[in-house]
Every structure is written in C-alpha cells, then in structure tokens.
C-alpha cells in the first residue's frame, strides 16, 4: 500500500513498500524529484528528513542573500558563485534519492521558498524541458514540517514490513 502526503504542485512524498530499502518518490512544483533514483535506505533518509524538520521547525533556514534578486535568480547566483555561500543555502541534502537535484531553502517569515534544478547530463537529455529550468515552490514552514514528519512515521511504521 502506497501513502501520499502532500500535494504534488507544492511538496509531496509517496512512501511504498516495507523494510530498510524503500520507494520514496518526492514531487515539488509538480516535477517529480526522485525520478533517477526512489529507492531510499529508511534509516539514513529518515534521518535526514527529520533533522531537516527539527531545524526548520527551530527557525533555521537563511533569507534570500541578495537584494532585490528574485529566489530563481539568487539560485543561479548561489549556484554559479561562492562555494562555502552556496553550502549555506543547500537543502535537500537527503542521500541518493535527491542528488539528482540542486536545491536551496530561503525562509521569508513563515514561509519557506524552495529552489530546484536537475543537474544531470542522463536526465537533461531526457528530460530537455528541464535543461537550465529552475523549478520554485512557496510553502508554508508549518505545512512542509508536517510532510517532513508523515514521512518520518511512515518510515517507522513500514520498518518491520507490518502496517499498524
């Protein structure tokens, strides 16, 4: 039994399968993010999300670093820039299942501005829509904590192969 959390045009993960090696598939801006690899190792990936939650959930997650620069141009500017500015801005940082993607977080109040671009070759060929396309996603902090956390349980609840 698959579990959907989210919704698609935003932020959203649908979780199949039980036991550590699991289909995680993530969508953000209505693009699918795990398309080159939606296998996740369930201890390292949860992990990951929920320290992502914790921090987000403590107010953590930088401005945008440019004046007056929209959050598509401050991401080709962090990305083509300074490397230790760029690492500061980074998001998504979650493993295998989404390296195939440059994500920067920017937090406006209670908002969080995501940023995402496919970066490789294989899937720009594939995909030439995608090629030098920045994909952006405005989503309440509170709304995509609480993802970040179905995801979590749903982990837990997949880990011995039973559902509850």
């Not at 230790?84 to 937090?107: C, E, I, K, S």
Request: glycine share 10%; net charge negative.
């Amino acid at each position: 039994m698959n579990v959907v959390l989210g919704d698609r045009s935003r932020f959203a993960a649908e979780i199949g399968g039980p036991g550590a090696l699991r289909r995680v598939d993530l969508w953000a801006a209505g693009k699918w993010l795990t398309c080159d690899d939606n296998m996740a190792y369930v201890p390292s990936f949860r992990h990951a999300v929920v320290d992502t939650a914790a921090r987000l959930r403590s107010g953590e997650g930088p401005s945008l670093p440019f004046a007056g620069l929209s959050a598509v141009a401050a991401h080709r500017r962090l990305r083509d820039g300074d490397d230790q500015l760029h690492d500061g801005y980074r998001f998504m940082l979650w493993g295998p299942t989404t390296d195939n993607v440059v994500a920067h977080l920017f937090r406006a109040g209670d908002r969080l501005v995501i940023t995402l671009e496919f970066w490789r070759e294989d899937h720009l060929l594939d995909h030439p829509e995608d090629a030098d396309a920045i994909f952006v996603v405005d989503i309440p902090a509170e709304e995509f904590t609480g993802i970040l956390d179905g995801i979590a349980a749903e982990l837990d609840a997949g880990r011995s192969g039973s559902r509850s």
